[in-house]
């Protein structure tokens, strides 16, 4: 059974940062990249950034090239986005899933909120 839990998002004045995490059941994150998505109000859900399962190689969106950080902890199943110098344009739902994905037939997790006040 696929288990997606994100945490740590809430609300922030611009220029602030948030550290989300998401705990991954075991067999989703051995065996998959691992990326971070949002969907802001309105939007569809996008791309943020995700990590390869071994060498840890990352990629990001060019919205958060600089800002943003994901890391992973594989001895934890966990997967973590830091977030610096946020925006308002950052406010959106934040999700966790495998990379890549299909967002219309995957499975997701709740996702957690990230609202940037300006």
């Known amino acids: 059974q696929v288990q997606l839990v994100e945490s740590g998002g809430g609300l922030v004045q611009a220029g602030g940062s948030l550290r989300l995490s998401c705990a991954a059941s075991?067999?989703?994150?051995?065996?998959?990249?691992m990326g971070w998505y949002r969907q802001a109000p309105e939007k569809q859900r996008e791309w943020v950034a995700h990590?390869?399962?071994?060498?840890?190689?990352?990629k990001y969106a060019d919205s958060v090239k600089g800002r943003f950080t994901i890391a992973r902890d594989n001895a934890k199943n966990t997967v973590y986005l830091q977030m610096n110098s946020l925006r308002p344009e950052d406010t959106a739902v934040y999700y966790c899933?495998?990379?890549?994905?299909?967002?219309?037939?995957?499975?997701w997790g709740q996702g957690t909120q990230v609202t940037v006040s300006s």
């Open positions: 899933n495998k990379f890549p994905v299909n967002i219309d037939r995957d499975y």
């Open positions: 075991g067999n989703i994150f051995s065996s998959n990249a």
């Open positions: 990590i390869t399962r071994v060498a840890g190689v990352t």
